[in-house]
């Protein structure tokens, strides 16, 4: 399979009162974490270490190396922990217990990817390019972003 078979459904998800799950403590977590803090803030965050940045995020942190049981009881689990070997295993014990999972810079290991972007009040607009072209992605929310800023498109 090429990474343009790849489909991925645009949906958001209700995670109201749902466990969320974040291993890894570094760069890539730590950039993941602060755009979810916008949304929630029961996530749990897992590494053996973390960043300062990481650590000034309002989640429960808990500072080891990642087991299985680890997985038991989250809704979704975001995998960022930079080795590879141990970001598939994390997947693939998730899977066992049907969890969904985003595997950071891994499209083919992830059941859903995050897109890019803006939120305004209650409006949240994502643009996604199917895990193709994240900085594209990047480029057009930026976009969209500057003409609500310019009052070219309002919100209320």
Do not use: W
């Not at 141990?86 to 049907?98: H, S, V």
């Amino acid at each position: 399979m090429k990474r343009e078979d790849l489909q991925f459904l645009p949906i958001s998800i209700n995670v109201t009162n749902k466990k969320i799950l974040l291993i890894g403590g570094g760069k890539v977590a730590t950039h993941k974490g602060s755009i979810m803090a916008r949304f929630v803030n029961q996530v749990t965050v897992i590494a053996p270490e973390f960043t300062p940045e990481i650590k000034q995020l309002p989640f429960t942190f808990i500072e080891k190396e990642y087991e299985k049981s680890d997985l038991e009881g989250f809704f979704l689990v975001y995998v960022c922990t930079g080795d590879h070997e141990l970001n598939r295993r994390i997947k693939q014990d998730a899977e066992t217990l049907d969890i969904l999972t985003s595997v950071c810079d891994a499209p083919f290991l992830c059941d859903f990817v995050s897109p890019a972007i803006h939120k305004e009040g209650h409006i949240t607009i994502s643009v996604a390019s199917n895990a193709q072209n994240v900085y594209q992605s990047v480029d057009i929310r930026n976009q969209i972003k500057e003409l609500i800023e310019n009052g070219q498109i309002h919100i209320q």
